[in-house]
């Protein structure tokens, strides 16, 4: 209930309509850049190239499900088409249907079924193919779906931000690329800030920024202008190394793939992990603290804040 009224505040008072952000308002146990690298190359096994046999889901039984135009349109534009492309997103995936493309962000879950399952109850939209393979798409929390033409604008920022801004995994984004982020306004920024708000680097969140200050042995709420050269590049390649390591073991152990089965990476520091198990490094219990709109995990004794 309480995380239900946070939703409420924040879509009040930042939108119209439609607002969830991939800055601030994520939550912390949403699909991340690791996942949706998963997720796409599951799809394009199960997937790629199927046609569309009917188009359907619950599409007012969920508050927070947010989609583009009307839903009861999606099965005219879709049915009879063919999955031609998953494009890989920072934050997830989208479908390239012939002349439409099918876009998903924030708490968006995509479940593949082959022929022997019953269609599940909760549906907020379901795509069944012409070998009687189905994926049906569910919400946690919030969530935006839309079918859009390819050629249509939505004018939608984040999107935008999305498609336009560099990710961790992006060829430009060097150390010297990360160096140029810091400026005299952001140099004030602690070091979560600095990577997960404002859209400086597309493709961490609240979840995986905890692992990346882990491995870079730097406190979430340490400033980056009191970090040294040697930290700032820590920082830099622990950012794309963790999420490196999280791809190649099928995402995080706190996220599901398409077949509802846990990532393979082990979270040091998550909501599942931290209370349980104790640091690597010093065998140190771990830290909680809220900040930011979300957790924050960290060992005192391995990340300082001086
Ligand atoms: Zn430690």
Known sequence: MAALQIITIIITTTMG???????????????????????AKDLEK????????????????????????????????????????????????????????????????????????????????????DDSSFINITVAMYGFIGVVKNDENMNDKYYDMEIKGIGVLDQEYTFEYFKSLINDT???????????????????????????????????????????????EALYNSSKNTIITMIEQGGRDTEKNIYGEYGKYKTILSSKTYKNSKCPNCGNAFKKENYLGGSIYYCEECQLNI
């Open 46 to 129: 199960e997937i790629l190239g199927k046609t569309i046999r009917d188009v359907s889901g619950n599409y007012t039984g969920h508050k927070f499900t947010f989609y583009y135009k009307d839903p009861n349109e999606y099965k005219n534009q879709l049915i009879g088409k063919k999955i031609a492309k998953i494009n890989e997103r920072n934050y997830y995936v989208e479908f390239e249907i012939e002349d439409y493309k099918l876009i998903m962000r924030d708490g968006v879950n995509i479940r593949y079924y082959d022929n022997k399952q019953t269609i599940p109850e909760k549906s907020k939209l379901l795509l069944s193919f």
């Open 17 to 39: 309509n439609y607002c969830p952000s991939i800055e601030y308002k994520r939550n912390d146990k949403m699909i991340e850049l690791p996942e949706a690298r998963t997720i």
């Open 186 to 232: 952001t140099k004030k920024l602690s070091a979560k800030a600095f990577l997960v708000t404002g859209q400086r680097i597309l493709g961490i969140g609240n979840g995986v920024v905890q692992d990346i200050l882990f491995n870079a042995k730097i406190h979430p709420k340490k400033k980056i202008q009191n970090m040294s050269d040697a930290e700032i």
